[in-house]
């Protein structure tokens, strides 16, 4: 059974327990997949849009207006069979995914909406090829600036860039004199994504060195534990090409392979300040480990 397929089983587990007053066992559909629940967590967001907890939501949602409007069941039961513990709570909930309270939905010629059930395929796009290599890590951290920054995936993230704006050239060769291993030079580290990795979701966003060195106190730092990283190389236009290559990771890469995520951060190297070239070159990082 290839990732897909094993992707597909654990979204039919969740899916066969939508009717339930308990919250499906994500660590359960986690085990389907053959990954840690994290990953599950991560991966399903990326591939899916939204997060595993808002699919349920709206699969719920979606399955309790057909049972509205197509039997006499009380509003109470149907609240408590998809997972609701209140009348209120049920009508709250089902006002801001439909825009009407049960009792309307009831009324034949009211606008509902819907969400299908959902199934993971691969759509062949020319087979593009990504490149990519292992590389195994003792224990270091990442010394510079940090923010809590907006998550914004469609174009330059304006606030990520004030950041590397507010860099002197003292602090940059502060910074680069601190890197003594690999990735080389100035970096950036993603860390503690708000759940699910929407867009418009959160991030703690440092740009400085990756280092073995003490910290000095006026910079921030996140320990970074020993691990395994797979590292992408991308190259074209900034930044596009980057982001379209962040997307692949985790729609083809991960589904296909035998690794999961591990815990750390998302780390990203970048050539140099002139990222108007067109074959601009970028190494994405990401901490993994081999599924059990």
């Known amino acids: ?18 009717v339930d007053e308990d919250e499906p066992d994500i660590g359960e559909a986690a085990r389907r ?15 899916a849009g939204v997060t595993l907890a808002e699919y349920v939501r709206r699969r719920r949602l979606t399955l309790a207006a057909f049972e509205l409007i197509g039997s006499g069941t009380r509003i109470i039961d149907i609240a408590v069979k998809y997972g609701y513990g209140s009348p209120d709570a049920f009508t709250r909930a089902f006002q801001a995914m439909h825009g009407l309270t049960p009792s309307e939905a009831r009324e034949l ?51 990520i860039a004030d950041m590397w704006s507010s860099l002197t050239a003292a602090r940059i060769a502060e910074l680069k004199a601190l890197s003594d291993i690999e990735p080389g030079g100035l970096i950036s580290a993603s860390a503690n994504f708000s759940d699910g990795r929407k867009d418009g979701g959160e991030v703690d966003q ?12 006026h910079l921030a730092a996140l320990e970074v534990a020993a691990s395994e990283w797979a590292v992408f190389e991308a190259a074209g236009e900034f930044p596009t090409a980057l982001q379209t290559l962040w997307g692949r990771i985790y729609a083809e890469w991960f589904p296909s392979s035998s690794y ?3 815990p750390g951060p998302e780390l990203l190297w970048n050539e140099g300040q002139d990222t108007s070239k067109p074959d601009y070159r970028s190494e994405i990082w990401i901490p993994v480990r081999r599924q059990r």
């Open 1 to 18: 059974m290839n990732g897909l397929e094993r992707l597909n089983e654990a979204l039919a587990y969740v899916e066969a327990h939508l």
């Open 33 to 47: 997949a053959c990954c840690g629940e994290h990953h599950f967590r991560r991966m399903f967001a990326s591939l």
């Open 109 to 159: 010629g009211h606008p509902l909406k819907a969400y299908p059930r959902m199934t993971f395929r691969i759509t062949i796009q020319g087979g593009d090829e990504m490149k990519y290599r292992l590389v195994e890590k003792e224990a270091f951290r990442i010394v510079g600036i940090m923010q809590r920054v907006p998550l914004i995936y469609d174009g330059v993230n304006p606030h």
């Open 206 to 217: 440092y740009i400085g060195a990756a280092t073995t060195q003490h910290t000095p106190p």
């Open 260 to 262: 999961e995520l591990a």
